[in-house]
């Protein structure tokens, strides 16, 4: 909205052109987001706490885990308060793409609440049934699919690029929206997986969705994806208005995620940011470098299916609690030693991701 603001006001002093700039806007949008969430989580988490919304524990999980009971969550709401005004505020409001990544994120969101409601208003501790649960994730998901199909203008965005080899990629037609699906409500869930310890989900969202904008910075300018020998995907480049402020989003909630958490995200949070991560990935035509950066929240999701076919199968886990972070933690790990390796590992990844710009 204030990008037609400055643009109105430009015609009286050249100086508000530095907002059209796409950098300027997501620099913009990164510290309005972070600014939001100072201002708003500290109300946000003493209302939660008035209502009673406190996390509940799993009596089967690592010990120390039983005196986060009680901490507030549902925090995920001032991530996408922030998110959504930070994106409204400085992005171009006239590009689908804004819309179809503000969408799927806004709709898990959706779900996350509902589900995080059942819980702990409605004290349902199954809240939405796993059946219930993926066919609206499901249903948003396909909407956002055949949207970028429909609005895809040549074959390089029905394709799935192969990173660090030059001109390799498969067309993919139709099935396009079968991976657009699969990467939305795959990451949806393995965010949501991730999400067991303070700050380990956040951080790792963070550092990836900051790559992702700058993919989507390089894929919607043409001199740079020409230089770079990646496909020019045009109105792409706002997207990383968004991603800055999902950055800063981010940055805002861990400084009251932190160890030891003064509030947890819940599935209105972790449900919403996996998808945004999807959806951007898509957009950016850079699906396989997205399991790259985000390769521990695929771990975390391997490991889960792993133990469940495992103790099915043989009646045997293989791993002593999954996700895989809880392995760790019963292992004799600190739970801050298991996050900040996890944030290590997560950055190395997403430098190997980023080199696939150059490596071709």
Not at 97 to 111: A, D, K, N
Request: hydrophobic content about 55%.
């Amino acid at each position: 909205m204030l990008l037609y603001l400055t643009e109105y006001l430009a015609q009286f002093e050249s100086g508000f052109n530095v907002f059209n700039y796409l950098t300027m806007r997501a620099i913009l949008g990164a510290l309005t987001a972070l600014t939001i969430s100072f201002i708003i989580g500290p109300k946000m988490i003493k209302s939660l706490s008035a209502n009673q919304l406190g996390q509940p524990v799993r009596n089967d999980g690592p010990e120390a885990h039983l005196l986060k009971a009680g901490t507030p969550t549902m925090g995920g709401a001032l991530i996408l308060t922030a998110i959504t005004v930070a994106t409204l505020l400085w992005a171009d409001l006239d590009n689908p793409y804004v819309w179809i990544v503000l969408f799927v994120t806004l709709s898990f969101g959706v779900i996350g609440y509902v589900d995080d409601y059942k819980k702990l208003v409605l004290q349902d501790p199954a809240g939405i049934s796993a059946m219930q649960k993926f066919f609206w994730q499901s249903t948003a998901a396909l909407i956002a699919a055949i949207a970028l199909y429909v609005t895809a203008t040549d074959e390089v965005q029905t394709s799935l690029l192969i990173p660090y080899f030059k001109d390799l990629a498969i067309p993919l037609g139709m099935f396009q929206v079968v991976v657009t699906y699969f990467f939305i409500v795959g990451f949806s869930n393995a965010v949501n997986l991730t999400d067991g310890l303070d700050g380990l989900a956040i951080m790792p969202t963070v550092l990836v969705g900051g790559a992702l904008g700058l993919f989507a910075y390089v894929t919607g300018n043409a001199n740079f994806s020409e230089y770079l020998g990646i496909p020019f995907v045009p109105g792409s480049g706002e997207i990383m208005v968004f991603c800055a402020a999902l950055a800063g989003a981010g940055l805002g909630f861990l400084w009251f995620n932190t160890y030891p958490a003064q509030v947890f995200m819940g599935d209105i949070g972790a449900l919403s940011l996996g998808a945004a991560l999807g959806v951007v990935a898509v957009v950016v035509r850079q699906e396989i470098v997205l399991a790259i950066m985000g390769g521990v929240f695929v771990v975390e999701t391997l490991s889960v299916m792993i133990q469940v076919a495992s103790f099915k199968l043989t009646g045997k886990r293989v791993f002593r609690m999954a996700p895989l972070h809880h392995h760790f933690e019963l292992k004799g790990w600190a739970e801050p030693k298991v996050i900040v390796r996890f944030w290590i590992i997560t950055f190395i990844l997403v430098l190997v991701g980023l080199a696939s710009l150059k490596i071709r």
